[in-house]
């Protein structure tokens, strides 16, 4: 029953961001927007929060000793529950962590006409895809910065 959980919880993350979608600390923050072109891209990958592992541990432990509750009887039921509580907590964590890992670039963007440069982590957009070095489009400097390539 955990592992049917977990595949679940895996199969509804998604690895890539999408440009139609932010969160709420982004909503009504003003951002400045300058042309700019790429001169440094490289792959990196975010990382899913220890709230959201201990999370996923937790339910798959609960997941795991409940399911290993209905085999058995008297000690043998506890020691299945334990057991299957444990491998619970196991995949629930692996889960967690496989899914809560977002492709993502460090971007180096120069202003253009400017010396002024501009380093942002920001994930890649399904819409977009990696972004090469030599790239033109505009910079957004502000709460969520992030680089837009040019027809986007």
Same mark, same amino acid.
């Not at 440009?19 to 003003?30: C, E, G, R, Y």
């Not at 509750?69 to 496989?98: H, M």
């Not at 993502?104 to 400017?114: E, I, M, N």
């Given at each position: 029953? &955990?592992?049917?959980?977990?595949?679940?919880?895996?199969?509804?993350?998604? &690895?890539?961001?999408?440009?139609?979608?932010?969160?709420?600390? $982004?909503?009504?923050?003003?951002?400045? *927007?300058?042309?700019?072109?790429?001169?440094?891209?490289?792959?990196?990958?975010?990382?899913?929060?220890?709230?959201?592992?201990? +999370?996923?541990?937790?339910?798959?432990? $609960? +997941?795991?000793?409940?399911?290993?509750?209905? !085999?058995?009887?008297?000690?043998?039921? =506890?020691?299945?529950?334990? %057991?299957? @509580?444990? !491998?619970?907590? !196991?995949? @629930?964590?692996? *889960?967690?962590?496989?899914?809560?890992?977002?492709?993502?670039?460090?971007?180096?963007?120069?202003?253009? @006409?400017?010396?002024?440069?501009?380093?942002?982590?920001?994930?890649?957009?399904?819409?977009? %895809?990696?972004?090469?070095? @030599? *790239?033109?489009?505009?910079?957004?400097?502000? #709460?969520?910065?992030?680089? =837009?390539?040019? #027809?986007?």
């Amino acid at each position: 029953m &955990s592992l049917v959980a977990a595949s679940l919880m895996l199969a509804s993350c998604e &690895s890539m961001g999408s440009m139609n979608t932010v969160n709420s600390n $982004a909503a009504n923050v003003a951002s400045q *927007t300058l042309p700019a072109t790429v001169v440094s891209a490289q792959q990196t990958t975010i990382d899913t929060s220890s709230t959201s592992r201990n +999370l996923g541990t937790g339910i798959g432990a $609960a +997941l795991g000793a409940g399911s290993g509750a209905l !085999l058995g009887r008297g000690k043998g039921q =506890i020691v299945s529950a334990v %057991g299957f @509580g444990a !491998l619970g907590a !196991l995949a @629930g964590r692996y *889960t967690v962590d496989a899914a809560g890992k977002t492709a993502a670039q460090r971007l180096t963007v120069k202003v253009d @006409g400017s010396k002024t440069m501009y380093t942002v982590v920001q994930p890649v957009y399904k819409e977009i %895809g990696l972004i090469p070095v @030599g *790239t033109h489009g505009m910079f957004q400097l502000g #709460g969520n910065s992030q680089f =837009i390539p040019d #027809g986007m």
